[in-house]
C-alpha cells in the first residue's frame, strides 16, 4: 500500500503525460509539444527541481528497499521505469535526472520476476539507447545465478531465452 502512496505523490512530478492525458491539461502546456509527442514532466531549465523532487522519490524508495523482506521494490521500481520512462519520445534532460538517482540504488538485492526479465526484453525491442545502457548499468550488478537456481522449470523454459536476448543485445 505503501508503495501506490509514493508513486502516487510523486508521479505527477516525475512521470511524462501520454498523449491520452493531454485533454486533461492546461492549455499552455499542450502547447510546448505536438499532440503525437508525449508531454515532458519538467522544462530543461527545471532539471535542478526535478533532481530535489527524485531525490525524495529515491529517499522514499531506500526506505522501502531497506525494510522489504520480500525483495519486491526494487521490482516495483523496474515496472515503473518501464513503464514511465521508457518510452519514445522522453527526452534527454529527462533521463539526465532520472538514470543517475536510479543508478545509485543497490540492484545487487535486485532479484528479477519472470515479469521484470520480460520486461527488461521489452525495453531492449525498443530503440531507446539512453534506456539501454542503463539496463546495462543495473544488468550487470544483479545475481543471475541466484535468479537461475530459484527458477523453476516451467519458468526456466521462457527465462532462458530472455536472458539469452538481453545478454545479446546488451
Given at each position: 500500500?505503501i508503495w501506490v502512496?509514493?508513486?502516487?505523490?510523486?508521479?505527477?512530478?516525475?512521470?511524462?503525460?501520454?498523449?491520452?492525458?493531454?485533454?486533461?491539461?492546461?492549455?499552455?502546456?499542450?502547447?510546448?509539444?505536438?499532440?503525437?509527442?508525449?508531454?515532458?514532466?519538467?522544462?530543461?531549465?527545471?532539471?535542478?527541481?526535478?533532481?530535489?523532487?527524485?531525490?525524495?522519490?529515491?529517499?522514499?524508495?531506500?526506505?522501502?528497499?531497506?525494510?522489504?523482506?520480500?525483495?519486491?521494490?526494487?521490482?516495483?521500481?523496474?515496472?515503473?521505469?518501464?513503464?514511465?520512462?521508457?518510452?519514445?519520445?522522453?527526452?534527454?534532460?529527462?533521463?539526465?535526472?532520472i538514470h543517475p538517482?536510479?543508478?545509485?540504488?543497490?540492484?545487487?538485492?535486485?532479484?528479477?520476476?519472470?515479469h521484470d526479465v520480460?520486461?527488461?526484453?521489452?525495453?531492449?525491442?525498443?530503440?531507446?539507447?539512453?534506456?539501454?545502457?542503463?539496463?546495462?548499468?543495473?544488468?550487470?550488478?544483479?545475481?543471475?545465478?541466484?535468479?537461475?537456481?530459484?527458477?523453476?522449470?516451467?519458468?526456466?523454459?521462457?527465462?532462458?531465452?530472455?536472458?539469452?536476448?538481453?545478454?545479446?543485445?546488451?
Amino acid at each position: 500500500a505503501i508503495w501506490v502512496t509514493v508513486e502516487g505523490l510523486f508521479g505527477p512530478w516525475l512521470f511524462p503525460l501520454n498523449s491520452s492525458a493531454r485533454p486533461s491539461t492546461a492549455n499552455w502546456i499542450q502547447k510546448l509539444t505536438n499532440e503525437s509527442t508525449i508531454l515532458p514532466p519538467w522544462i530543461p531549465g527545471d532539471s535542478a527541481s526535478a533532481t530535489s523532487i527524485m531525490n525524495s522519490f529515491i529517499s522514499c524508495v531506500r526506505g522501502m528497499i531497506d525494510n522489504d523482506s520480500h525483495n519486491v521494490a526494487l521490482s516495483k521500481l523496474w515496472t515503473l521505469y518501464a513503464n514511465q520512462w521508457a518510452q519514445a519520445g522522453v527526452k534527454d534532460h529527462i533521463f539526465g535526472v532520472i538514470h543517475p538517482a536510479l543508478a545509485a540504488l543497490e540492484w545487487s538485492r535486485f532479484t528479477p520476476t519472470q515479469h521484470d526479465v520480460d520486461l527488461m526484453v521489452k525495453v531492449m525491442g525498443m530503440f531507446l539507447p539512453s534506456c539501454h545502457a542503463f539496463l546495462g548499468t543495473i544488468f550487470v550488478q544483479i545475481d543471475w545465478r541466484l535468479v537461475i537456481d530459484n527458477s523453476q522449470i516451467d519458468r526456466a523454459s521462457k527465462l532462458f531465452p530472455a536472458l539469452m536476448c538481453l545478454l545479446v543485445k546488451l
